[in-house]
């Protein structure tokens, strides 16, 4: 907790992030091929799906992270709200986007799996629905924050609004999986959850790693644009 | 007391210019009537989706008369004094809201029914529909004045303030419809009121101190 108040000052969190930011590309670009080439060439086909299997190596990480995206930004928001650590806004400025398309490049692997799997590339399954609720919250989140001509203005309502929608996703998801259950009971198109091949589920949680990793340098990389945009607009304002 | 007062002149605005209201009403019947002209009168399919198009009218009739429920008194001042005032801004926010269900929410569901008549719902669904409308509307009103407080002074708002709302009130759309289909298909439609009332308690438990919270910020 100490060492998160210490880097809430934009300033040093720039030092920081510009120190380690090189080390972490590294990491991440070796960790994403070593992964890319796991899932994609040495993990063996699945028995019903066949290579198609190989999306879920971006699907099902991009999913948990666009998920775990809008609570780091709940976080932020809050902390925005509690302590008004000005860090928390260009950082919650920074993820929306990166979280946002996480949620979509999840939809878009999502419907490119479905077609093959299930015929067609969108169902109403609730799962499928309530993740493009998700994006929605975050395309909420990021038009909300960039309309207002005060930027200072834009980042404490969208905090406000993160911290609404984090509270919202469990009813969000709870309702449209009870609408879904009462439409179309039988469509139950899952995979056999935790039944997963270990051959299958380390690539997987390879994939996991790699993504997360890419998601932080993504925020970084955005905030630290962030505070410079930021020292930009104030000078701009003394002028 | 202050928050009967706030109450009552939100009222009273309304009451003096009618019009606004008289818009959102003919707003929800146009956009409802644009259903059957779009789809084809076949009386079977009409009746089959009723709920899930006036309900989804009714949010968007409620969302359009969202966008001036704090703006007039953001642009005149009024809401710097409701800052000062000395009673909690939250029961202050809450009245604002508790005007607008009367003067939207209340209308709205008493009119669906008349609509679902034309959309050829059998009796026991035009009171569900009623019923449903009258307990979910008061959670569109502070969802609605969650994100009008936020959009207070933005770019753009009218599109904003739909586009923050209408994902928060997705839960409240799915209990309201689903209410009716039950009752259609002979099911019982208690828990799905129930589960929507429970939607609605725990929005005018929460939000208040959201709105609270961005008009304060709107404020400063």
Known sequence: ?239 | MGVAALFLRDLRLVWRRPGDVAVVLAFFVVATVLFPLGIGPESNLLARIAAGVLWAAALFASMLSLDRLFAADYEDGSLDLLLLAPWPLELLALAKCAAHWVVTGLPLALLAPLLGVAFGLDDSSLGVLALTLLVGTPALSLIGGLAAALTLGARRSGALLALLALPLCVPTLIFGASAIEATATGESFVVHLAILAALALVSLATLPWAIAAALRQAGE
């Not at chain 1, 999306?55 to 666009?66: D, E, N, Q, R």
Request: charged share 15%.
């Open chain 1, 1 to 239: 907790m100490a060492a998160l108040h210490f880097l809430a000052n934009p300033a040093r969190f720039r030092r920081f992030s510009q120190r380690v930011l090189p080390a972490l590309w590294i990491v991440t670009a070796l960790a994403l091929a070593i992964g890319l080439y796991w899932g994609l060439v040495i993990a063996p086909p699945d028995y019903q799906q066949g290579d198609t299997v190989r999306i879920m190596f971006l699907h099902v990480p991009t999913a948990s992270l666009s998920m775990a995206g809008y609570l780091l930004l709940a976080a932020l928001g809050a902390s925005l709200l509690v302590w008004r650590h000005p860090l928390a806004a260009l950082m919650a400025r920074a993820t929306a986007p990166v979280g946002a398309t996480y949620a979509a490049v999840c939809l878009i692997t999502g419907s490119l799996w479905g077609r093959p799997m299930w015929g067609t590339y969108w169902v109403w399954d609730a799962r499928l629905t309530s993740y493009l609720l998700l994006f929605f919250l975050y395309l909420g989140h990021i038009a909300l924050s960039r309309a207002y001509d005060d930027s200072e203005r834009g980042d404490r309502a969208a905090a406000i609004l993160a911290v609404v929608g984090a509270i919202n996703v469990p009813i969000i998801k709870f309702s449209v999986d009870w609408w879904n259950t009462l439409h179309q009971p039988e469509s139950i198109l899952r995979l056999g959850g935790p039944t997963i091949d270990p051959s299958l589920l380390w690539p997987l949680l390879w994939m996991m790693g790699a993504m997360a990793l890419l998601f932080v340098a993504l925020v970084l990389l955005r905030t630290e644009t962030e505070i410079d945009r930021r020292r930009l607009e104030i000078a701009e304002n003394e002028d």
